[in-house]
């Protein structure tokens, strides 16, 4: 019996005094909704990504429902917007939730991101856009994807909720696609607990985001509450999504120290890679040679019939894990209402029924990352006994 392993929670993030302390001059002042600190974060978000405009949300599910609704997704019965079933449930829920229909098409087998291929195939007169998603912190084919969906017609909003940080052919996130979505949830590279934006070099479409996270008003909080008094009017059904200034305080500081934080989570990561290349029935992702991943999620994928066993017996080692994800189609919800089942896309099942994510995360030690391989290794060694 081995002894008793270092504990390595799942997640810890990054935050520092200085963050703690730009919320409390927050607190201080006068706009805790959305005010002067909500544009500063929009506008260094904006900066940092070289995109025209950001919009603050109150999360990436909101940042993504109101690009669809921007884009026109929904307003005719039918409509449909080609997505992946290899994601978190946001991503087609949006869809759903927008009145359009989600076409599920397969995903690369390496990368685990959408297969252009696939969405060239499953372009009906339907099709109103695409929504990929940029999975695990590594940018879908922009450049081909961008190109396909304007030769067709299509809009184009990139899911990037765990990938702020990449590059990838010299592309960032959002500079193809219409407009592109980012997560500040708990456990992302850039969180404030809950939170969200959209960036866009469309004027347009940040103009309407902006008007429906806030019910359609024609004026913001801060327009209405600062100068002389003006009537504000509803120009639209819009919805509740606006960041608040507290969420925006604890986001913007933290922007400069991501450059530095992703060279440490890439560092774990290639270490990963180096541990498990080896590893019989070992995989894991593939970063493509000319991406930079934002390394958010790091997976490996293991022999299916081992996949819950491990994951227990990591947690009861002491590690803490997760599943990202299994594929959406076959969930409950899914399954019934529309009809999918086992079969639909293979690749993504395969992927569902394999994936166990690892900690990831800037704060980890080095002796932190060596207990989460030797622990991999302690129960892949039991797989190749049995
Ligand atoms: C791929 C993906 N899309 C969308 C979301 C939704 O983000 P949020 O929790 O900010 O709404 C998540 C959240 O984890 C995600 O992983």
Wanted: hydrophobic share 40%; charged share 25%.
């Amino acid at each position: 019996m081995q002894g008793v392993a270092r504990k390595v929670e799942f997640y810890r993030h990054s935050l520092t005094d200085e963050d703690i302390a730009e919320v409390a001059d927050a607190l201080r002042g006068v706009f805790l909704t959305t005010g002067p600190r909500t544009a500063a974060f929009e506008t260094a978000l904006a900066n940092y990504l070289g995109i025209g405009e950001a919009v603050g949300l109150s999360s990436c599910t909101d940042a993504l429902f109101l690009c669809l609704k921007a884009l026109g997704a929904g307003a005719e019965h039918g409509d449909e917007v080609i997505t992946v079933p290899m994601t978190f449930i946001a991503t087609p829920n949006t869809i759903l939730q927008a009145g359009a229909v989600p076409v599920f098409v397969d995903v690369e087998r390496d990368t685990g991101n959408i297969d252009v291929d696939a969405v060239e195939r499953a372009i009906t007169p339907r099709t109103r856009g695409v929504m990929p998603v940029h999975l695990y912190g590594t940018m879908v084919d922009m450049t081909r994807l961008a190109d396909l969906c304007r030769r067709r017609g299509l809009f184009l909003i990139e899911d990037a909720a765990h990938t702020l940080e990449a590059t990838r052919d010299g592309v960032r996130p959002g500079e193809l696609g219409d407009a592109v979505c980012f997560s500040f949830y708990a456990t992302k590279n850039l969180t404030c607990g809950e939170g969200g934006a959209v960036a866009t070099n469309n004027p347009e479409i940040a103009r309407i985001v902006r008007m429906l996270r806030q019910h359609g008003m024609s004026k913001s909080a801060a327009e209405r509450y600062t100068g002389r008094y003006q009537h504000w009017d509803m120009v639209d059904l819009g919805y509740k999504a606006n960041m608040s200034d507290i969420q925006a305080a604890l986001l913007i500081k933290q922007l400069p120290r991501l450059a530095a934080q992703l060279d440490r989570r890439e560092a774990i990561a290639r270490r990963y890679e180096e541990a498990f290349a080896d590893m019989p029935g070992i995989q894991f992702p593939r970063v493509p040679r000319t991406a930079r991943s934002a390394r958010h999620l790091f997976t490996i994928w293991v022999p299916p019939e081992y996949r819950d066993e491990t994951v227990w017996q990591l947690q009861e080692d002491g590690i803490g894990v997760a599943v990202n994800y299994r594929a959406v189609h076959l969930l409950t919800y899914y399954r019934e209402r529309y009809g999918f089942s086992r079969g639909a896309f293979p690749i993504a099942e395969r992927i569902g029924d394999s994936t166990i994510t690892l900690p990831l995360y800037p704060k980890m030690l080095d002796e932190d990352v060596e207990a989460v391989v030797a622990a991999v290794r302690r129960v892949a060694a039991k797989w190749s006994r049995s």
